[in-house]
């Protein structure tokens, strides 16, 4: 977990300057390294979440709006409720506002989950590989990234 650089958002904007796991906690932000999808299961069921989905971000699935969804999905927003993202395949990059308002970013791989609290200002993209299979899921109605 990095400060955020400016450039390409695909890319892993290494600033040097590593975040400590106990700061994101600070920020609200729980990260857990999850093996297996029954180990989300407990933690969806223990947070009381009650939707789910999943989402591939390719250019194979997604076909000619691949760039679009990829830039729509990296413009700053906020959820009025707590969300668990858990990538089933892939990588990519979770944004999230840190208190000085500077971005902090969050490398997911495949077994990574990432619950973000109400009211965090973040965005989502793929890594330089351009492919992230992820299980969306919260407690209320549907919502984008």
Known sequence: MTKLLQGDQRQPHDSGRSVDPDYLQKLGVIY???????????????????????????????????????????????????????????????????????WVRIWLEKGDLIILPPGIYHRFTTDEQNVSIARRQNRYAKRGC
């Open 32 to 102: 857990h390294s999850v093996p297996e999808v029954s180990g989300v299961d407990s933690i969806a069921t223990s947070r009381n979440y009650k939707n789910r989905d999943e989402i591939t971000v390719s250019p194979e699935k997604m076909g000619d709006i691949y760039e679009e969804k990829v830039k729509s999905f990296f413009h700053e927003h906020l959820h009025e409720d707590e969300e668990i993202r858990y990538i089933l395949d892939g990588a990519g990059y979770f944004d999230v506002r840190s208190e000085g308002d500077d």
